[in-house]
């Protein structure tokens, strides 16, 4: 018999649009949990007559719920590069842009401009890059800095068929190489125990989905 003591998986929560009865060509993300269960929707508010570009508005706010969701799930320690995640390592790359070797004079100045335009806020300079990535990025068309990039496709990865379609390119080749390590060691565990199911009538629900989210 397998006895299986904890078991983690994902669970997929969509937001709640809130629709006000305005005119505009601004959305803002209201909250991205309600309260401090974090499998609750998060909230979005955009007129409803809007005049800009609705896609645009629509990665904007996921970009921005990223920021938001891995700051709620990361804690006190957000910001520590120690403990990797999208937030503490995109916060460090902004930090230290100036000292970073890897980084030429040119480059540096774009950062510096691109901050600038943010307001110096590193969430909206994230939400910058974000939409840089999904817009342009995942169609091939190179709009980033590699560091960036990297940090972006560590945490935010592109779906399967748009990985499929950039494992060539010189710029996703190895990232994808990569992730693809990751996802096999994720997954070893979770083949393991639909093998010792096997006999079961039934595997939970639960361990199919995250094997179907893992490999997506």
Same mark, same amino acid.
């Given at each position: 018999?397998?006895?299986?003591? *904890? ?13 006000? %009865?305005?005119? @505009? ?8 949990? &309600? ?6 929707? @998060?909230?979005?508010?955009? %007129? ?14 996921? @970009? ?6 891995? !700051?709620?799930? $990361?804690? @006190? ?14 916060? &460090?790359?902004? $930090? ?19 901050? $600038? ?24 068309? $190179?709009?980033?800095? !590699? ?23 010189? *710029?996703?080749? !190895? ?19 639909? *093998? !010792? ?6 595997? %939970? ?12």
């Amino acid at each position: 018999d397998l006895k299986i003591n *904890q078991f983690s998986y994902s669970v997929e929560v969509l937001p709640i649009f809130i629709l006000m %009865p305005t005119v @505009g060509s601004r959305a803002a993300l209201w909250q991205e949990i &309600d309260g401090k269960v974090r499998t609750t929707p @998060g909230r979005m508010i955009a %007129p409803l007559f809007y005049f800009e570009d609705l896609d645009d508005c629509i990665t904007s706010l996921t @970009g921005s719920f990223r920021w938001e969701m891995c !700051k709620r799930e $990361q804690g @006190g320690r957000w910001n520590d590069v120690r403990d990797p995640s999208l937030t503490s390592k995109y916060n &460090d790359y902004l $930090q230290f842009y100036r000292k970073n070797r890897d980084i030429s004079p040119e480059l540096r100045e774009r950062i510096k401009q691109d901050l $600038q335009r943010a307001r110096n806020n590193f969430r909206n300079m994230f939400v910058m890059d974000y939409m840089l990535y999904i817009k342009y990025e995942s169609t091939g068309a $190179q709009r980033m800095n !590699k560091i960036a990039r990297d940090i972006l496709f560590e945490f935010c990865p592109f779906a399967r068929p748009i990985r499929d379609r950039m494992a060539s390119s010189p *710029q996703y080749g !190895k990232l994808i190489e990569r992730h693809n390590l990751k996802t096999a060691t994720k997954l070893r565990p979770l083949n393991t125990i639909v *093998q !010792k199911l096997a006999g079961a009538e039934e595997i %939970p629900s639960e361990i199919t989905e995250e094997i179907k989210f893992t490999k997506a």
